[in-house]
């Protein structure tokens, strides 16, 4: 009986956790830059204890937990605009933002404007990152070409400072925009990108997906939820029977 509750219970947990991630997903869906989270469950054998005609026998039950969350860094679409402020990545690099508190973070999101003192900035996340630290233009007409060089009336003034991401490596993520990555961030031999501006890029959420599978583990946890119900009135049963004689 013991047993039946803590399976029960397990699945609601690994349900809840689901469930938790992919409402996050959902809400960011229109967040530029954003990438899903996902939970990794794994499983092991759980020994298990039959009784047959007085005798014990052994066995095993395999058990499912929530293991990690992790990040899925898959690249997304673009939209393409006009504004020079929209700056966007085909590949595996990823922007530097440096916040207020000094820390340096990577960011998808190509979103920009200029701050008071003419900084390219990410909203209030902080200031974007080039070869030479904070990237100050103080006007709006610049050019930012393929390979992340800038430049304003033909003379180039800085160059974007990228961070290679491999696409299957963990990363830490600070809200919903920013993230940082531990690994080795050497852009390897052969490995290509493009920087291009006048474009941004969407989450890599799909609605429709994420819903479907909202569904489905919704439906899960409300069945472990009714097992849980029915062996806990068993248990009553038991206890009043067990009292009587």
Known sequence: MLR?????????????RQLDCIGNNIVNV???????????TNTFLDELVLVNERRETSGHLLQTYADVSKTNLEQSNFTYTDS???VAIYGNVYFNIRTDNGNVYQTRNGQWELDGDGYLILGKSGRVQGRNGDIRL????????NDGSI???NEQVDQLLLTYIPPDADVDKLGNN???Y?????????????IIQGAWEHSNVDGNKEI???MEQHRLYQANSQILKQLDQINTKAQEIASVT
């Open 212 to 214: 479907t599978q909202m």
């Open 84 to 86: 020079n402020f929209d």
């Open 151 to 153: 430049y304003i009336d």
């Open 178 to 180: 920013l993230m940082l």
């Open 182 to 194: 531990n690994g080795n961030a050497q852009l390897p031999e052969g490995e290509r990108f493009d």
């Open 30 to 40: 229109n967040t530029a830059g954003y990438r899903k989270d996902e939970i990794i």
């Open 138 to 145: 103080g006007t709006d007409d610049f050019e930012i070409r």
């Open 4 to 16: 039946g509750f803590y399976n029960a219970a397990q699945g609601m947990i690994v349900r809840q």
